[in-house]
């Protein structure tokens, strides 16, 4: 459409490359099931849900605002319970009773707020990005600092977060940078399932394109990524499948040759089956 058209050519402009260059998307080999849930619903928001994420895979997850999205991410990272149905974490039936099981089994979730639901935004950088590690790391209740020093200089380089040190105060970060710190939080637990939630919203556009070479990086070490978005260029331009939810339900898949964002509005406003 040209309401379309005219989006990505605005989005070149800003970039000054192609659109599919800020995305850099690459096929990555995909491996076994690490997801799979059936008939998952929580007795509201989300109703009968059943997908499978793999190995190597980013899945995108499509929808109009209140369609479920995120109420299921909450489900499938222990934040609520569901009601009925199963998931199965490589091939064994698992449940989370809070986001502390999820974490023990290696599954990640990056939320749609990252100020009210992930950041602490009074601390420093360090501590941010060791908070989801800190008892792994420790030795008979001693918190491993330097394990943790590494890895969040680590981070810091792999990311290019832009900041002198780890110690500076999160609170005096840019939108793009306190985003990029979550993420190293959740890379450091080295999930099998990353859940990313609006991954690159109120972030600038270069942000946004290391956002996805880190998911196109972690997608080559086998990591299966659930991509939640309201951007449809991304979702067209990140995901090997996508997934789209209607009132609750998640009502088709399209892959392939298929995923274009007129595909993925029809299914998602209802206008085809």
């Known amino acids: 459409s040209r309401e379309n058209l005219n989006a990505n050519t ?11 260059d800020l995305f850099n998307k690459e096929k990555v080999a995909v491996g076994d099931e690490v ?47 569901p009601t009925q149905g199963k998931m199965y974490l490589n091939g064994a ?14 599954v990640a979730l990056l939320p749609e707020n990252r100020k009210e639901e992930g950041l602490f935004l009074d601390m420093n950088v360090f501590k941010n990005v060791t908070m989801a590690t800190i008892e792994r790391d420790a ?7 330097a394990k943790g020093k590494q890895e969040t200089e680590q981070a810091i380089k792999s990311l290019k977060i832009r900041i002198p040190n ?10 793009g940078n306190q985003q990029k710190v979550l ?3 959740w890379m450091a637990i080295h999930p ?13 556009v270069g942000a946004k394109s ?17 991509m939640i978005s309201s951007e449809l260029p991304e979702i067209v331009g990140m995901s090997d499948r996508v997934y789209v939810m209607r009132e609750g339900h998640i009502v088709g898949e399209v892959q392939d040759k298929g995923i274009n964002q007129e595909n993925i509005m029809a299914l998602a406003c209802g206008a085809t089956a």
Do not use: C, W
């Open 166 to 175: 780890a110690n500076v105060d999160l609170s005096g970060l840019s939108g």
């Open 93 to 106: 039936e698992i449940s989370f009773s809070s986001p502390r099981d999820a974490i023990v089994h290696r």
């Open 183 to 185: 993420l190293s939080r």
């Open 10 to 20: 605005l989005v070149q402009m800003m970039v000054g490359r192609p659109l599919t």
């Open 35 to 81: 997801i799979r849930v059936e008939n998952l619903s929580d007795g509201k928001k989300v109703q009968n849900a059943s997908f499978v994420v793999r190995a190597g895979e980013i899945v995108g997850l499509s929808g109009l605002v209140g369609a479920g999205r995120s109420e299921l991410a909450h489900l499938l990272f222990g934040v609520s319970q």
């Open 210 to 226: 290391e956002i996805y070479r880190m998911m196109t990086d972690m997608a080559k070490q086998g990591v299966a990524i659930l």
């Open 192 to 204: 099998k399932l990353f859940i990313l939630d609006e991954p690159t919203r109120g972030v600038d």
């Open 139 to 145: 030795t008979m209740m001693v918190i491993n600092q």
